[in-house]
């Protein structure tokens, strides 16, 4: 099983960034993305339900990202709008074959984890 996170760079503020996640060697229930700033506990960001496309969000970024799949590329993607300088974080992409819903949100759930791709958002 492999994820392949891509897309982060630099951004000025209220720029914008598509992440994506490349999954590859089995199908999941969910795939994640979480963030990780210097010296924070990595915090979830937003969650998708691979089979019926179900979205979930942080209260941070609610209305300003968008989790979305493509099934035929077995790809994640998080598209970023509005971004702020506190959005800077390394983000990862995570997924599990059996996660429950009311885990999505908790990091040590997932079993299988990209290597990350760093946002930074500039003011």
């Known amino acids: 099983v492999q994820l392949q996170a891509s897309g982060g760079g630099l951004v000025q503020a209220g720029g914008s960034l598509r992440l994506s996640c490349a999954a590859s060697?089995?199908?999941?229930?969910?795939v994640g993305w979480f963030r990780q700033a210097p010296g924070k506990e990595r915090e979830f960001v937003a969650a998708i339900r691979w089979n019926g496309g179900n979205t979930y969000y942080a209260d941070s970024v609610k209305g300003r990202f968008t989790i979305s799949r493509d099934n035929a590329k077995n790809t994640v993607y998080l598209l970023m709008n509005s971004l702020r300088p506190e959005d800077t974080a390394v983000y990862y992409c995570?997924?599990?074959?059996?996660?429950?819903?009311?885990?999505?949100?908790?990091?040590?759930?997932?079993?299988?984890w990209g290597q990350g791709t760093l946002v930074t958002v500039s003011s």
């Open positions: 060697g089995r199908t999941f229930r969910f």
């Open positions: 995570a997924a599990d074959p059996s996660i429950i819903l009311s885990s999505i949100r908790m990091p040590r759930m997932y079993e299988y």
